[in-house]
């Protein structure tokens, strides 16, 4: 790592003689890590290392192996689809097999904006700016008015795992959408060779639409990602996140857990941790020195299901840290 004038950079030494070295131009990530990419002319690769929260250090960025320092990881316009809000391939390179995409780099618009989730809004801001005293939210899908499906999909652009085959960019995607007008998980008949590969698997790139579909609080009830999120918020704790259990199941309604006589109280901030515990994922593995891998990423499964294993850990943890008899 090196601090010059002109910005942090990455840099690899054979011998004390310098071989390569590259700024840190665009980050990804911040919550469970950061990878960061940088521009070589108008093609974009990543840096070989990245930093990873869950194992608190540095180490090789996903994709890049263990015992030699490299910069030729290609990034294309489809991880801009997710970790940004636009970039413009120039045209003609939008990266077929043996072509490295080529980028637009005034167009790239770095985070995710407002209009990622609540679609193109110039001619919202347009109308509400000219008629101030109009409070009727014009130009504007509201995302109440949405069915479940379409608001599930609208985190599932992002939230759904990055597998199957992508027939139209995301960029275009507006709320209301569904995504099998985008992508192809096997389920169109058009394309029987793509399996549904990651449905029901956690991996970095989450799927927690997928794996909530598969809950009986989703097939049986009305759950959604909002049930639990709002992403304007910042995210709460863990027994913040049990309370939203509770307003579908308790005694009253005869749905409760049958652990809560064993557990009593304690039972009300801990739904989290024995129904959505916490998962490694191989997804996102450094390649260690040969073959060894190592997972460096955690998340809460999404699967809201019995995982008897898990709880027996927190019943011992209760039990140990004297939280319940
Ligand atoms: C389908 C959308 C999607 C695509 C495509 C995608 N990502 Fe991600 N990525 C995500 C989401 C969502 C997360 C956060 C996952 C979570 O917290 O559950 C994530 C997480 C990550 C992380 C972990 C750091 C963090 O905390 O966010 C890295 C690194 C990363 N992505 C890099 C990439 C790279 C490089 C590409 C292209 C090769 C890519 N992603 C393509 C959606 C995507
Ligand atoms: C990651 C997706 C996402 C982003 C980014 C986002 N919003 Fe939202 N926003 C939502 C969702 C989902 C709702 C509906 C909330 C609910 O039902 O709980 C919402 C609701 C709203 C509402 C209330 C009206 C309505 O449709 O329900 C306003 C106003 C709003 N957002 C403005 C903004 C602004 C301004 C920004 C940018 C600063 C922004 N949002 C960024 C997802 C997003
Ligand atoms: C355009 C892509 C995109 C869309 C649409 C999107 N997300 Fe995300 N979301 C991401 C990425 C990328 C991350 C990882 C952020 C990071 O690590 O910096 C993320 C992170 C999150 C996190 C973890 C935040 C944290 O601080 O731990 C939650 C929760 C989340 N998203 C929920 C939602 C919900 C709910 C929706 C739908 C209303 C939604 N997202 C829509 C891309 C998206
Ligand atoms: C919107 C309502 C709703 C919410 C919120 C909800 N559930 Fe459910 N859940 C249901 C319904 C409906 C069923 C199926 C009927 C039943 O078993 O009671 C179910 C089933 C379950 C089951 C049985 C699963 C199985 O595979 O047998 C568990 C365990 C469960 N929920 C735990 C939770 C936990 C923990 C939370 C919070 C993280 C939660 N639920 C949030 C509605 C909900
Ligand atoms: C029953 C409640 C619940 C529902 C419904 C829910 N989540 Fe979560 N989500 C959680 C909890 C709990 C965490 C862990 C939060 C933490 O560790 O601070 C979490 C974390 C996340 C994260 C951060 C990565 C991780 O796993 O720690 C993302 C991204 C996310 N949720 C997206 C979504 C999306 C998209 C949906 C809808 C498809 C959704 N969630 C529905 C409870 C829920
Ligand atoms: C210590 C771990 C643990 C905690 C904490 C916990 N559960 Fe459970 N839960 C279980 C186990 C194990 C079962 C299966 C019990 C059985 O079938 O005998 C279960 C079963 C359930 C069921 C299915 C009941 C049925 O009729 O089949 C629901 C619903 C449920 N839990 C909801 C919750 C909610 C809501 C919370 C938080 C208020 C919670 N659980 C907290 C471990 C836990």
Not at 34 to 57: A, D, F, M, R, S
Not at 153 to 158: F, M
């Amino acid at each position: 790592m090196e601090k010059h004038k002109n910005g942090l950079y990455q840099a690899s030494y054979i011998n004390g003689k310098l071989r390569e070295k590259q700024r840190f131009d665009i980050t990804f990530g911040s919550n469970r890590g950061e990878t960061y990419l940088y521009w070589k002319g108008n093609e974009i690769y990543e840096l070989p290392v990245t930093y990873y929260l869950y194992l608190h250090q540095w180490a090789n960025s996903p994709g890049y192996k263990g015992g030699a320092v490299k910069f030729d990881r290609v990034m294309g316009k489809r991880c801009f689809e997710c970790h940004s809000s636009y970039i413009e391939n120039l045209p003609g390179s939008s990266g077929f097999i043996g072509q490295n995409e080529r980028f637009e780099k005034k167009s790239m618009i770095l985070n995710i904006d407002c209009e990622r989730c609540h679609g193109p809004a110039a001619n919202h801001v347009a109308f509400q700016t000219n008629n101030p005293e109009e409070k009727k939210p014009m130009y504007i899908t509201s995302i109440s008015s949405l069915s479940r499906a379409q608001r599930i999909d609208l985190c599932g652009q992002c939230h759904a795992g990055n597998t199957g085959l992508m027939f139209r960019s995301i960029f275009d995607f507006k709320p209301g959408d569904r995504m099998k007008d985008f992508k192809d998980n096997g389920d169109n008949a058009h394309n029987a060779n793509f399996k549904k590969k990651d449905h029901g698997k956690i991996d970095v790139h989450g799927n927690q639409a997928g794996l909530l579909a598969s809950s009986k609080c989703f097939i049986e009830g009305k759950i959604e990602c909002a049930t639990c999120h709002n992403v304007h918020d910042e995210i709460t704790n863990l027994s913040t996140y049990s309370q939203r259990c509770t307003t579908c199941h308790s005694e009253e309604k005869h749905n409760f857990c049958k652990m809560a006589v064993q557990l009593g109280q304690s039972i009300n901030n801990h739904c989290i941790d024995c129904h959505m515990p916490v998962e490694s994922s191989n997804a996102i593995v450094i390649h260690g020195a040969g073959n060894r891998t190592i997972p460096a990423f955690q998340a809460h499964i999404h699967r809201i299901a019995i995982y008897p294993g898990e709880s027996k850990k927190v019943i011992n943890w209760l039990k140990n840290n004297r939280i319940t008899s």
